[in-house]
């Protein structure tokens, strides 16, 4: 088992059984509830980890964003994805059906694969 958690907004490169693995720090997708106790809206994952992956399967690219949310674009801006290459991503879509993270990150040829939940 290998454990590998890059600092917030970096990521780690890394070989795994030859297979090329880029690891990102992102921040997790929102879960907004309203605090009881002090009247006020509060986001539970503010605290969690999120992890999204780029693996570079021969000549192919995919990308996993983890637990990430449309919400959280700036990362995507951050790590300037749409220079990847990307050709399969994983698609996340949250409260927003319509919206997908990769549309401005992604050239026309990339592959979403729909949400798993």
Known sequence: MIEITPD????KDTLINDLGVRVYRLVHGPYLVKDPTAGKTINRHRDIQ???????VGAVKIFHCGDSSPRCMEDYEHFRLDREGIDVAKQVEDEFPSVTIFESLMDSKTFTLAPDH
């Open 8 to 11: 917030s907004l970096t990521y």
């Open 50 to 56: 999120n992890l999204g992956f780029l693996f570079n």
